[in-house]
């Protein structure tokens, strides 16, 4: 899941800061999982559905399909 989530941030042209300011997360948190060091909770992947709509459910979470409905 951290490749798919790196992938949607160069996408969007994210950097790991804006993309914890535009989920209203703790920067630390995002760097944590990019890392490896911590895996991504339910709430941080609901959270990025929400503000993401377009991405795919599946393709995130399970990497299935292509990343844009």
Do not use: C
């Amino acid at each position: 899941m951290i490749n798919r989530i790196q992938q949607l941030m160069k996408t969007y042209q994210l950097s790991a800061a804006d993309l914890a300011d535009t989920l209203g997360t703790e920067r630390s948190g995002i760097s944590h999982f990019l890392s490896g060091r911590n895996k991504p909770s339910l709430a941080f992947v609901t959270k990025l559905l929400e503000r993401f709509p377009d991405v795919s459910p599946d393709w995130l979470i399970m990497g299935i399909g292509s990343m844009l409905r």
